[in-house]
């Protein structure tokens, strides 16, 4: 029984090693795109929260892409708009809210005004929202397209808001009810 119990013990630890070291990858990729180390710390912690709420997984240091799928796309703590800090061709991971939500889209932003973290949302399904505090959404999805706004995650909970018709947006917006935006 005492056996078991270490193993399972050092399996978990080395999860737990394994997370800090790939954090300590996306720290030092942040750090080689020319953030301080206070900054990229401090991403880290920003995506960390966001991954505590949103269902996903960190694929570079500003990116995490959602179980359900979509992709949010994280700004550097302070800055008003998303940048690429992967290395490499820098086309891939373009932000497709980085100016207001192009056809077929409703994206989510994490600030007012349509700045910070941005959750482009294209597919139709459920999108979970990890913002807290005001926030705003563009809604361009085709001609009359309503998103629904839940209190849950995965599109559960009580139905807390529904956009108007598409061309719809909204620059001030409370996030804090909001776990999960199903966008069609």
């Known amino acids: 029984m005492l056996t078991v119990a270490a193993t399972l013990g050092t399996a978990e630890a080395r999860e737990a090693l394994q997370a800090d070291s790939t954090k300590a990858s996306f720290i030092a990729q942040a750090r080689a795109a020319h953030l301080s ?13 966001f991954m505590e709420k949103a269902d996903g ?8 892409n959602l179980a359900g799928g979509g992709t949010v796309y ?31 889209y409703f994206c989510a932003y994490e600030g007012r005004d349509y700045t910070g973290t941005a959750i482009p949302m294209y597919a139709c399904h459920s999108y979970n929202v990890p913002f807290l505090g ?51």
């Open 134 to 184: 005001h926030g705003s959404w563009d809604n361009n999805q085709t001609t009359g397209t309503r998103a629904k706004m839940y209190t849950g995650i995965n599109g559960f909970g009580d139905l807390r808001y529904t956009t108007r018709p598409a061309l719809s947006w909204d620059a001030d917006g409370d996030w804090t009810p909001v776990g999960s935006v199903v966008n069609c």
């Open 57 to 64: 997984t960190q694929v570079a240091p500003n990116l995490i």
């Open 37 to 49: 180390s206070a900054k990229a710390n401090a991403l880290q912690a920003k995506v960390d929260r």
């Open 74 to 104: 994280v700004a550097v703590p302070g800055e008003a708009h998303f940048r690429d800090l992967t290395p490499g061709d820098k086309t891939v991971t373009a932000d497709p809210c980085a100016e207001g939500a192009p056809y077929g």
